[in-house]
């Protein structure tokens, strides 16, 4: 039996077991999160971080996940690198099933995350963080002075678009109907910054060139006439929706419409007593490494004062 079960390894994971392991809890950690996550999170997938605070030089994203990693293995997290196939969240103790073996736990902090979504084109792929980037806040600062594009026509790119404005030279939303999607006053705004242009009707078919190993130009089809064009850029920002990672919970925890797990406002509770959640797998907001690893922080307090509580601890 154990205290906590921590499922995910991105910074909210290894936050959570670094107090809960100090708080001598004993955590468990299944790194390997639940299908389409990655182990260490969309970390691993980021070349420079410069805005976790603590290093003024930046660091790489997988070189940070192997600090996290170290300091939670320190404090004696128990750490499988496997996947959870399957939780039955119905009844104490909560049963975790990875590679077909049975796992039980008072309690759970789920921090599987989510991932962003892309258009799923060969060259965007081979241009990942080489000009091309699903993350505003992240990589923005590295595009000063530039020409961006970003893809979209929800909040999600109407707010990265703004944030964009304040540091490239132009940025150029490209979407694929003649009318978007985002609030009113988000769309007010974009539509309303003098440094924010707008291309209707068009999709991304090709980003070039991954020859040369950076990006200099998209190939746009028209989606109402067809027409090829080709337009010069130099970063390419995706901002098309994300994708929690949530399948395994649905139906046993209260998701919101897009299918993150929903708190309790203020704390990590989740609708099930003794499941927690941290990180971007219950925030669409903020999505970013410092404030998962803040949520991490509250879910491994959260859970030590509830099993002190029901005498578990
Ligand atoms: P979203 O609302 O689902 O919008 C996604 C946008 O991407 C849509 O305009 C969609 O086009 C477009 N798109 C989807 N797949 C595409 C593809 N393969 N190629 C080209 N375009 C594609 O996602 P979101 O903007 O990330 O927002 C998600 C949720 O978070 C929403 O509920 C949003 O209100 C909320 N949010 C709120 C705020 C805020 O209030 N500050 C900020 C961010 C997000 P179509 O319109 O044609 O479908």
């Known amino acids: ?29 299944f790194e390997g999160m639940v299908k389409g996550g ?19 030089d930046g660091i790489k994203g997988p070189e940070l996940m192997e600090l996290f990693k170290k300091q939670s293995e320190r404090f004696g997290t128990e750490i499988h690198s496997a996947d959870v196939d399957e939780v039955d969240l119905s009844k104490r103790p909560f049963r975790v ?3 077909g073996q049975e796992h039980f736990a008072h309690s759970l902090i789920i921090a599987t995350g989510a991932q962003a979504k892309w258009i799923g084109l060969e060259s965007e792929t081979a241009l ?8 505003a806040t992240c990589d923005g600062f590295f595009f000063r002075g530039q020409d961006v594009c970003i893809v979209g026509g929800g ?8 944030y964009l404005s304040g540091m490239a030279k132009t940025v150029t939303v490209i979407h694929r109907r003649d009318s978007l999607r985002a609030s009113k006053i ?31 130009a ?25 994708y929690p990672n949530t399948e395994i919970f649905n139906g046993q925890l209260t998701l919101d419409e897009n299918g993150y797990i929903v708190t309790k406002p203020g704390t990590t509770q989740t609708s099930v007593e003794g499941v927690y959640a941290a990180g971007d797998v219950q ?16 879910a491994a307090i959260e859970v030590e004062r509830w099993l002190a509580a029901g005498g578990l601890h």
């Not at 079960?5 to 001598?24: E, V």
């Not at 990942?128 to 993350?135: L, Q």
């Open 218 to 242: 998209l190939r746009l089809r028209d989606t109402v006439t067809g027409e090829v064009t080709l337009h010069p850029t130099q970063g390419l920002f995706i901002a098309i929706g994300h």
């Open 97 to 99: 099933v990875s590679e």
């Open 38 to 56: 990655i182990p260490g999170g969309q970390l691993m997938i980021t070349t420079e971080v410069e805005n976790y605070p603590g290093f003024p």
């Open 283 to 298: 925030d669409h907001v903020y999505r970013q490494a410092i404030t998962a690893a803040g949520t991490g922080c509250a």
């Open 155 to 162: 909040d999600t790119a109407m707010e990265e678009a703004n």
């Open 1 to 29: 039996m154990n205290k906590v079960i921590i499922i995910g390894s991105g910074p909210a994971g290894h936050t959570a077991a670094i107090y809960a392991a100090r708080a001598n809890l004993k955590p468990v950690m």
């Open 128 to 135: 990942r963080n080489r000009g091309v980037s699903a993350c």
């Open 186 to 216: 988000m769309q007010d705004r974009a539509l309303n910054n003098p440094k924010i242009k707008f291309f209707w009707n068009k999709e991304v078919i090709e980003v070039l060139d991954p020859a040369a190993g950076t990006v200099n």
